[in-house]
C-alpha cells in the first residue's frame, strides 16, 4: 500500500458521504495532535475521501497543510461506494471486552497520558475506574441466578483436595 503526504487543498469530502461525525471532530483532532497521523485518508483517484472524513476534518480544525493519503485506484466507482459504507458500518460491530478494558485503562494510571484522548466521556472513565472490583474478581454482594438445572444432585459426592463434602447430608470427611 502506497502513502503519500499531499496538501489537504487537495483532498475533498464525499459530498454525499451518509456519516454524521462532526461530534467526533474534537476527539480526533486531539488523537493526531497526540499521537500523530496514523491512518491515511483514503481517497479516490480525484481525491474525494472514500474512508477518513473524520480524519480530514480534525486536520482542517488542526490547520494541517499535508495529510498523508491512500489513493485507491484498483477499486471501482461501486466498489468506492460500497467500500465507503463497509468501512464505516463495520466499526460499528466491534464491541469491547469489559473484563479486559479497565485493565487496560487502569495500567495507564500514573502514566502521562490524558485520559480524555481515550474518548471515553467523564462518567464512562469514572465506571471503568471504578476500583471497587479487582481484576478477576467479583462483587461480593453479588449473588448469581440459580441455574434451572442444578449440577449438584441428591447423593453427590464432592472432592475438594483433601475433603469430601456430600453437599445432600452436609457432612465433610477426611481423605
Not at 494541517?64 to 458500518?89: C, F, G, S
Amino acid at each position: 500500500m502506497k502513502v503519500e503526504l499531499r496538501d489537504i487543498a487537495t483532498v475533498r469530502p464525499y459530498d454525499k458521504n451518509p456519516r454524521v461525525n462532526d461530534g467526533a471532530v474534537d476527539a480526533v483532532a486531539a488523537s493526531l495532535k497526540q499521537f500523530g497521523f496514523r491512518q491515511p485518508l483514503v481517497v479516490d483517484a480525484d481525491g474525494v475521501i472514500i474512508c477518513g472524513h473524520t480524519r480530514y476534518k480534525a486536520a482542517q480544525k488542526l490547520a494541517l497543510a499535508k495529510v498523508p493519503v491512500h489513493v485507491a485506484r484498483d477499486l471501482t466507482p461501486e466498489q468506492v461506494r460500497a467500500y465507503r459504507i463497509a468501512d464505516n458500518k463495520t466499526a460499528e460491530l466491534a464491541e469491547w471486552d469489559m473484563d479486559l478494558l479497565p485493565i487496560e485503562i487502569r495500567e495507564l494510571a500514573g502514566s502521562n497520558i490524558d485520559f480524555s484522548l481515550l474518548g471515553f466521556d467523564a462518567e464512562e472513565l469514572a465506571k471503568l475506574l471504578d476500583g471497587g472490583v479487582q481484576a478477576g474478581l467479583t462483587d461480593p454482594d453479588e449473588v448469581p441466578v440459580a441455574p434451572e438445572e442444578p449440577i449438584t444432585r441428591p447423593g453427590d459426592l464432592w472432592l475438594l483436595g483433601a475433603h469430601t463434602i456430600c453437599p445432600h447430608c452436609k457432612e465433610v470427611n477426611e481423605i
